[in-house]
C-alpha cells in the first residue's frame, strides 16, 4: 500500500509515510523503517519519475495511433478515401 501511495505522491518525505501507515493501518512505525523497506525494494523518487515519463510519452503516442487508426476507419467506412 506505502508503495502505491507513492506512486500517487513520489515527493512525500519520509515523515509523510509514516503518518499515512498510521492513518490508513493504524500502524507506527519510525522514519528508519520506512527507509530500510524502500531500499529494500529498490524504490526511488527518479525511477518513479521516469516511470510516470515514460508512461505520459507512450500513452500519447497510443492515443495519437489509436485516433489515426480511428480516423482512417471512418474515411474508409465513408468512401472518401483516395
Avoid at 516511470?51 to 495511433?65: D, E, G, R
Wanted: glycine letters at 2%; charged letters at 20%.
Amino acid at each position: 500500500m506505502l508503495l502505491e501511495y507513492l506512486i500517487l505522491r513520489p515527493s512525500a518525505y519520509i515523515d509523510e509515510q509514516v503518518y499515512f501507515l498510521w492513518d490508513e493501518f493504524d500502524i507506527m512505525v519510525n522514519e528508519q523503517c520506512v527507509q530500510r523497506m524502500l531500499k529494500r525494494v529498490k524504490w526511488s523518487k527518479k525511477l518513479v519519475y521516469l516511470a510516470v515519463f515514460i508512461y505520459t510519452m507512450f500513452s500519447h503516442i497510443l492515443i495519437n495511433c489509436r485516433c489515426n487508426n480511428a480516423l482512417q476507419n471512418v474515411i474508409k467506412s465513408s468512401g472518401m478515401h483516395g
